[in-house]
């Protein structure tokens, strides 16, 4: 356990470095009356030549020869990145809040806060590189740095309990999927339907533009249509994206869900979409989306339910069931469902959350805490026409706490990831999903796939593995399809023959590793400890 700490305090402080820690000349470790300090060149020479110099020594060999190794892996690499993205994030509400947490434990001297050398240091090393090295940020912070080890092995222990609580809870989830699937009615499984192919519905994709003159909102809408000459109603999905997601982000889901009978509408949030995205990044714009999505989010999801209840019967034949809706929410998205299905904002929750925890374990603390920025007034933006919500690594814990999340009874299907470090699963997903009083919920976790594909660098270099983006993309689509589909045909369609592809017995013979998955619909008891 010892030698974990160590390994994990090296780890971590050459993370904070690279995420931006530099110093000119040395770095000061202080713990109370005493400290020491190291050379930025000892810590150099050591990433490019494996060779320990006296002063690193201390440090350095009481890791073991492939904790040494990862170090030093740790500091050589890099990655690639758009000098103005970092500039643009480091100024942004979410990034200056980062940045001021992690100043907090990496110093200048006389333990002031390192916010403005980190961000100093960050962008002209990106500028210089157009890349983020650890031995470079140390070597453009403008002065020497001060480690306040002491808050430093604080964080580390409560990283070090989550990460061993999260390895825990994972292999529980997947030991009471095995015993749910041994308890289940025997059902053939060779004769279900593989539903990773096409249904039987041809679709069509179309683009609209509607304009919410109350709120001067113009809503650029996709909207994926099954194709029958019969006179049939398909109940529609409504899909809500993540902060800056393109709309056509889940394409290969939506054209998935037509081929089987539903209308798909993948609407652009403008306060958070890409286009949001890619004017804030040109400096139209502080923040990266607008608080008040919040609840304008919501709002355009209503919206576009009406305008499709008015078109219905002239442009689309009557085929759209707008009392049956569902609602497929990922990251900010998963806010948006929980929204609709009855959650309200919980501000005293909210507040007292932003500023007593440690939003470093849990960076969606920084985008939720930005619903603080809205007037303080109940919101109430439930639409009743939604009747099933597929939540894909949702952050909501702390916007709606127990009071606002509790309020949610629709089904809900919950889709987590293990190694998410975006909204994690022991501190986030996991006490928001038991909150829920729901009758019927699924909790599906993955292993080895990231929150977003533009994560995966990342999460390779703080694993050490190689994950292939095609393999891993391709078992993380084939996951989702079959999760949501049969999800929303039973709880949407009321079509009880895919109740067989929410079995734990199914589930079982779907998952594949090193890509585990389980499904749960309650949490064991240790997930609360």
């Known amino acids: 356990m010892r030698r974990l700490r160590f390994l994990l305090l090296a780890i971590f402080t050459t993370l904070l470095i ?8 040395r770095i000061l470790f202080n713990y109370g009356p005493l400290g020491f300090s190291i050379s930025v060149e000892a810590l150099a020479t050591f990433a490019q030549e494996g060779r320990i110099e006296k002063e690193l020594a201390f440090f350095l060999n009481r890791l073991s020869p492939q904790q040494q190794e990862r170090v ?4 050589r690499s890099r990655y690639q990145v758009n000098p103005m993205v970092i500039y643009r994030l480091s100024h942004s509400a979410v990034g200056e809040g980062l940045l001021k947490d992690v100043g907090e434990l990496i110093n200048i001297p006389k333990n002031q806060n390192g916010f403005y050398g980190l961000r100093g240091a960050l962008i002209q090393a990106v500028l210089e590189s157009k890349s983020i090295n650890a031995i470079d940020l140390m070597r453009k912070f403008p002065t ?13 222990r ?7 609580k999260t390895k825990t809870l994972v292999a529980e989830l997947d030991r009471m999927t095995s015993e749910q699937a041994k308890s289940e009615s025997s059902i053939d499984l060779k004769q279900l339907r593989d ?3 096409p249904g039987q519905f041809n679709s069509s994709r179309q683009t609209v533009e509607l304009y919410d ?3 001067e909102r113009e809503l650029i809408v996709d909207l994926y249509l099954p194709e029958t000459s019969q006179q049939k109603q398909f109940p529609i999905i409504v899909v809500s994206n993540g902060i800056g997601a393109k709309r056509d982000r889940f394409d290969d889901l939506a054209y998935h869900l037509a081929s089987y009978g539903f209308a798909v509408a993948i609407p652009d949030h403008p306060g958070s979409s ?6 804030f990044y040109k400096g139209l714009y502080k923040d990266n989306f607008d608080a008040m999505e919040f609840r304008d989010r919501p709002l355009d999801v209503t919206f576009l339910l009406n305008e499709l209840q008015k078109r219905n019967q002239s442009e689309y034949q009557d085929r759209l069931n707008l009392q049956q809706v569902g609602l497929f929410g990922y990251s900010f998205g998963g806010a948006t469902a929980l929204s609709l299905a009855g959650a309200e904002l919980n501000f005293e929750q ?6 007593s925890q440690t939003r470093l374990l849990n960076i969606s603390l920084y985008y939720q805490c930005r619903a603080l920025e809205i007037p303080k007034q109940p919101l109430n933006l439930q639409d009743s026409r939604i009747k099933a919500i597929y939540l894909f690594v949702p952050f909501s814990k702390s916007l709606f706490g127990q009071a606002g999340m509790s309020r949610v009874t629709t089904p809900v299907m919950w889709q987590a990831a293990a190694e998410d470090i975006i909204t994690p699963l022991v501190s986030e997903q996991m006490p928001a999903f038991d909150e829920l009083v729901a009758a019927d919920k699924y909790l599906s976790v993955s292993t080895g796939l990231p929150h977003a594909w533009v994560l995966l660098p990342l999460m390779q270099g703080l694993t050490n593995q190689e994950i292939s983006k095609e393999e891993a993309a391709a078992i993380a689509r084939d996951y989702q399809n079959i999760l949501a589909l049969s999800f929303f045909k039973v709880y949407l369609d009321g079509d009880e023959q895919y109740r067989s592809y929410l079995q734990a017995s199914y589930i079982k013979t779907l998952s594949q590793a090193p890509y585990n998955l389980s499904l749960v619909q309650s949490l064991p008891s240790l997930a609360s400890q």
Request: aromatic share 4%; with cysteine.
């Open 18 to 25: 690279v995420l931006p820690v530099s110093a000119a000349d």
């Open 72 to 75: 030093q892996n740790f500091l």
């Open 144 to 156: 020497d740095i001060e480690l306040n080890t002491e808050n430093i092995m604080g964080f580390v």
């Open 158 to 164: 409560e990283m070090s309990t989550m990460v061993d």
């Open 195 to 197: 539903i990773r192919t």
């Open 213 to 215: 003159s109350q709120r």
């Open 274 to 279: 890409s286009q949001r995205q890619r004017e």
């Open 350 to 355: 909210l507040e007292r959350d932003c500023n």
